[in-house]
Nanobody, 122 residues
């Protein structure tokens, strides 16, 4: 499956942003969709993931309550809603696809989008 992330940009601290990822090439609903992020000089970090039907999700403990993932299988899209953004949330955000539910390891996700930059100013 091919993935294309979009919607990143510059936002002030305390603000919100929703980024999107659209899939093509395979049946979207066959995939668990995850979001990861990578800040300069840091390893890629798990943000969260959502199951095939969109009725179950899990998140990195540090992001619970501020970030939320949703999906629309009719639009082959997954979304990441980010609230109360802080400068430390600045990173390139990636969507990724996996066939199994429950992993937070980048190596388990076989397909990746190109990333979208999110910058939070103080």
């Amino acid at each position: 499956v091919q993935l294309q992330a979009s919607g990143g940009g510059l936002v002030q601290a305390g603000g919100s942003l929703r980024i999107s990822c659209v899939a093509s090439g395979r049946t979207f609903s066959n995939y668990v969709m995850g979001w990861f992020r990578q800040a300069p000089g840091k390893e890629r970090e798990f943000v969260g993931a959502i199951n095939w039907g969109g009725d179950s999700s899990y998140y990195a403990d540090s992001l619970k309550g501020r970030f939320a993932i949703s999906r629309d299988n009719t639009k082959n899209s997954v979304y990441l809603q980010m609230n109360s953004l802080q400068p430390e949330d600045t990173a390139v955000y990636y969507c990724a696809a996996h066939t199994a539910y429950g992993s937070s390891l980048p190596r388990d996700f076989g397909s990746w989008g190109q990333g979208t930059q999110v910058t939070v100013s103080s």
